[in-house]
């Protein structure tokens, strides 16, 4: 079945970096876009980065310049570098795959910025 699971959330503090992770399993990683979103508490979930399976990559104008998606097709994963944090950056973050025209999601993983 497909798998994705997230890691790496926490809190930091404003300015400080963190790196999340997504592991995938059940599907063919490799042939597919990974995207990551996230949803803070009262607000729509919002596409924050993809990449698509060649490397090609985008990003929500709010965090180009300084989150950077990346995937290790060999291990089946999937990252966010996210530099330069800030407390809008404060949400739970989701990777997400669409295959065979269903999407599917992680668990989430929670990431709190302070100010």
């Known amino acids: 079945q497909v798998q994705l699971v997230e890691s790496g959330g926490g809190l930091v503090q404003a300015g400080g970096s963190l790196r999340l992770s997504c592991a995938a399993s059940?599907?063919?990683?490799?042939?597919?876009?990974m995207s990551w979103f996230r949803q803070a508490p009262g607000k729509q979930r919002e596409l924050v980065a993809a990449?698509?399976?060649?490397?090609?990559?985008n990003y929500a104008d709010s965090v180009k310049g300084r989150f950077t998606i990346s995937r290790d097709n060999a291990k089946n994963l999937v990252y966010l570098q996210m530099n330069s944090l800030k407390p809008e950056d404060t949400a739970v973050y989701y990777c997400?795959?669409?295959?065979?025209?269903?999407?599917?999601w992680g668990q989430g993983t929670q990431v709190t910025v302070s100010s």
């Open positions: 997400s795959t669409i295959i065979a025209g269903r999407g599917y």
């Open positions: 059940g599907f063919t990683f490799s042939s597919y876009a």
């Open positions: 990449i698509i399976s060649g490397g090609y990559r």
